[in-house]
């Protein structure tokens, strides 16, 4: 073993640990900003890792889509929301853990399954075939996995369009001008919710 794989080797397993430590906290966590921002270290550790497999376009989508989109959409959320309450005991909730802890060592026990019996011996990869991860990821997209790729498309289509009615205002056309409130700077529209009090 040379320095070279020796660091990877190191740099593999503080990574694993980082993706493992984060990502129980964010499961375990109680408070709901601290599990947002150990999602993002989730997301930074598996960035790191795709790093090391040589896969720097991945890398670089795993940091600009989960933690620069979808974490900063989780935290604007929750921020959004910010709505104190207190959890009322459910009856029969340990039913429910019982469930959960079932369908995650189930699930544990399978991915564990798939890692056994996966051949991981691989063949050695040219140099040029490392440099160029977009252009064969782009031929992966529009050959062998056109199809995954365009339902992808269509579901965050359909999420945009889901996000846009929900968020949706209604326009109120009795705004006078002489009202006090309506000025220059007013918005002429107000939610759907307070449009159903008048």
């Known amino acids: ?39 993002g ?17 991945v890398a670089a989508a795993q940091i600009l889509i989960y933690v620069g989109a979808v974490n900063v959409l989780i935290l604007f959320a929750i921020m959004l929301v910010n709505k104190r309450e207190d959890f009322a005991v459910i009856p029969g909730r340990w039913l429910r ?21 996966t051949p991981w011996a691989l063949a050695p990869v040219a140099e040029t075939g490392i440099s160029n991860t977009i252009v064969s990821i782009g031929k992966h997209f529009f050959s ?25 205002r209604d326009l109120i056309p009795d705004l006078s001008a002489e009202e006090p409130t309506a000025t220059a700077l007013t918005l ?4 759907r919710e307070l449009t159903g009090i008048e």
């Not at 019982?98 to 544990?108: E, L, W």
Request: proline share 3%; net charge negative; aromatic share 8%.
């Open 188 to 191: 002429p529209e107000r939610p």
């Open 144 to 168: 062998d996995f056109l199809l995954p790729f365009e339902l992808a498309s269509v579901l965050l289509l359909m999420a945009m369009v889901g996000a846009i009615i929900l968020a949706r």
């Open 1 to 39: 073993m040379n320095l070279a794989d020796g660091v990877q080797i190191v740099s593999f397993a503080i990574l694993a640990l980082l993706v493992l430590g984060t990502a129980l906290g964010v499961v375990l966590l109680s408070n709901i900003v601290y599990s947002a921002f150990l999602l």
């Open 41 to 57: 270290g989730v997301f930074i550790s598996i960035s790191g890792i795709y790093i090391l497999l040589n896969a720097d376009f």
């Open 97 to 117: 853990k019982a469930a959960t802890a079932v369908v995650c060592v189930g699930i544990f026990g399978l991915l564990s399954t798939m890692i056994l019996i």
